[in-house]
């Protein structure tokens, strides 16, 4: 059944829309509808804080109006449309029926939910790919004393995945004027395979040219 509501400029019509919200989210129920927009549009601002309801219920509409239209408006003037509210009210009441009303939410469209299905699952891939993380220290070992260490860890950090991020690294002498190279790096479990970054990158060509073997120390979840 239609909910009326008149004078909602005044406090006792404000009144009445506080009783009707008692215990309700919105006007016709749990989902904000068609009824709140021409409700809020009646109410010239806020209600005061002896409307607890009636502010609490016109906070949650301005927040859903200004999340779907977020450019900032300059202000209009309506002559005469504070001083015969009365007046306006059988024309409003004659376009409820009208399913041509201006719905300021708009009808959802098959665009509209394949865009929101694909943030979705765009989201959820996001969350899926970064669930978790670990924390890896691997030694590098060269050839012999004669290979260009620099020129090593340039090679090694020159492979570049989704979910690698190489850290500090650091020269170790192991005997014999050889050193190996320690560094970290940190991967995203579900995108690299430590296995496979060696096997498939580190110790193929051209990398293979400095590196001899590799080698974890550490291995670590975050």
Not at 93 to 113: Q, Y
Request: hydrophobic share 40%; glycine share 6%; aromatic share 6%.
């Amino acid at each position: 059944m239609a909910v009326t509501f008149s004078d909602l400029h005044t406090a006792d019509g404000l009144k009445a829309l506080e009783a009707h919200l008692a215990g309700k989210t919105y006007v016709s129920g749990d989902v904000i509808s068609k009824d709140d927009i021409k409700v809020f549009a009646a109410v010239p601002s806020k209600p005061g804080a002896e409307f607890p309801n009636a502010a609490r219920w016109y906070e949650t509409v301005a927040a859903a109006v200004a999340s779907r239209f977020p450019g900032k408006g300059v202000g209009v003037n309506l002559p005469g449309a504070g001083s015969a509210p009365a007046a306006a009210a059988p024309a409003a009441e004659a376009k409820d029926d009208d399913d041509d009303d201006l719905d300021l939410f708009g009808d959802e469209t098959e665009e509209d939910k394949k865009a929101a299905d694909e943030r979705a699952a765009a989201k959820a891939s996001a969350k899926k790919k970064e669930s978790g993380k670990s924390s890896v220290l691997m030694d590098v070992k060269p050839w012999d004393d004669e290979t260009d260490m620099k020129k090593l860890e340039e090679a090694v950090r020159s492979v570049q995945m989704e979910g690698l991020t190489w850290g500090a690294s650091k020269l170790v002498p192991v005997g014999y004027g050889i050193k190996k190279m320690t560094i970290m790096l940190t991967i995203v479990d579900d995108l690299v395979s430590v296995d496979s970054l060696i096997e498939d990158h580190l110790q193929e060509a051209p990398i293979n040219e400095y590196v001899q073997s590799c080698d974890i120390v550490a291995f670590n979840k975050i």
